[in-house]
């Protein structure tokens, strides 16, 4: 029975081919547009969800006043922080401390390469955070000086095709750093980016770095939590230790506060842009219902022009003896032909604009895994919808009619 349901509405698809295309080009580009919009929804939505102990990782935000007037909020500091907080409260399980992007080169043999995002860490960054490591070791990648760890792509430009670990590399042409580990790209949707990451290790052997309490303000600070930790009673002990240690010592006058910052908030809240990020997240979320819904419309409204042609087939039907719902599923399996056609036409378009898509809307956007689930959930949901939605109300419409007004082609009356 379903097969002829489908069988009729391809005919009917075929024998007016015009109509069907308005219907599939306009369904069509309303579909790939809210997946567009949709895919950078969640693009942002997303970020650092990735990591393993993303609700139990935080980030350390400081606010600086003088006098009671606030004069600075940033989140970094020196480098001692974590460190020593760690040492003193029981609810910090471990810490990692992320210096400030620097520019740098590297060279290997002939291969000199620019790399924009050189970072510091600590050996604990990957068990605090879940970048993949595809060559060395996890546990000790970065607990010696000088040791060095490298993202796929730069890896790729120094080496080549050969295995980078246990190679040495010059850094700005004079510091040798032994290659300790490879990561793999880290994710568009990640606060935490680099090209490269030097044990925090080697700064102490740096002379030109100064690491105590009124060292500068260049390092993040992440924190991972027992569960369970009561955020202000920890707030309130960070005051005090930055009180004796920094305040009372380095400014006097002056007040330091810290703030524990979630990891999954990082982004829509923390950011320097995260209220223009928000704001967008909501206007381009209204946008898409409207596009959804303006599609949906132009579908019924289309469908409803050329449905006086259909008046005869359905006073045939009934005189055959076809019932009511009979024909309303015959209607409702046309709506759900032309929208899967229309789906499927949007993700041939959806993939053709994504570059460029990326490239307007300033967020780079993957189709991984997550991208692809969450992608294939929408469409799914919006062929439902569109299909059910439209469909139902043609569908209803014209098995309403009567065999009498069908055969001579009248619409019924009514001003709804």
């Avoid at 390092?219 to 305040?247: D, G, I, R, V």
């Avoid at 469409?379 to 009567?402: D, E, N, P, Q, V």
Wanted: with cysteine; proline share 4%.
């Amino acid at each position: 029975m379903f097969k002829n349901y489908f069988i009729a509405a391809w005919r009917h698809l075929k024998k007016h081919k015009v109509l069907s295309a308005i219907n599939l080009g306009g369904l069509s580009v309303g579909i790939a547009a809210v997946l567009l919009i949709g895919l950078y929804i969640h693009a942002e939505v997303s970020y650092d969800s990735f990591h393993v102990n993303e609700k139990q990782l935080y980030r350390v935000g400081f606010r600086s006043s003088q006098q009671g007037n606030m004069i600075g909020e940033s989140p970094k500091f020196t480098a001692p922080f974590s460190a020593d907080a760690k040492a003193l409260f029981p609810e910090i399980q471990s810490y990692c401390r992320i210096s400030d992007e620097r520019e740098g080169y590297f060279s290997y043999q002939e291969n000199i390469i620019k790399s924009p995002a050189i970072a510091y860490t600590d050996s604990t960054f990957f068990s605090l955070f879940s970048f993949r490591l595809l060559q060395g070791n996890l546990v000790n990648a970065l607990t010696q000086p000088n040791a060095i760890v490298l993202d796929e792509s730069l890896a790729k430009k120094l080496f080549g095709n050969d295995k980078a670990l246990g190679k040495t590399i010059l850094m700005n042409g004079k510091i040798p750093c032994m290659v300790t580990g490879v990561v793999e790209n880290v994710p568009a949707n990640s606060t935490v980016h680099f090209d490269a990451l030097v044990s925090f290790s080697s700064l102490y052997h740096d002379p030109a770095y100064f690491m105590d309490w009124n060292g500068g303000w260049q390092y993040e600070h992440y924190l991972l939590l027992s569960q369970n930790t009561s955020l202000p009673a920890l707030e309130k002990k960070f005051t005090a230790l930055l009180f004796t240690n920094y305040n009372q010592k380095f400014d006097p006058s002056g007040k330091v506060e810290a703030s524990l910052q979630p990891m999954n908030k990082l982004h829509l809240y923390f950011d320097d842009n995260a209220a223009n990020t928000r704001t967008n997240l909501y206007v381009f979320g209204i946008i898409a219902l409207l596009i959804l819904l303006t599609s949906a419309i132009n579908y019924v409204n289309i469908s409803m022009a050329g449905a006086s042609e259909r008046f005869r087939e359905i006073g045939v039907r009934k005189v055959m003896g076809a019932a009511r719902m009979q024909l309303v599923k015959q209607f409702m399996g046309e709506s759900q032909l032309v929208t899967v056609i229309a789906m499927l036409a949007a993700v041939v378009i959806t993939v053709l604009l994504l570059p460029l898509y990326s490239q307007l809307s300033g967020e780079p956007m993957q189709l991984n895994a997550p991208e692809l689930w969450f992608a294939g959930m929408l469409l799914f949901a919006m062929t439902i919808g569109i299909s059910l939605a439209s469909g139902s109300y043609l569908a209803f419409f014209l098995s309403s009619l009567k065999p009498a007004s069908a055969f001579k082609a009248q619409i019924p009356t009514g001003t709804k």
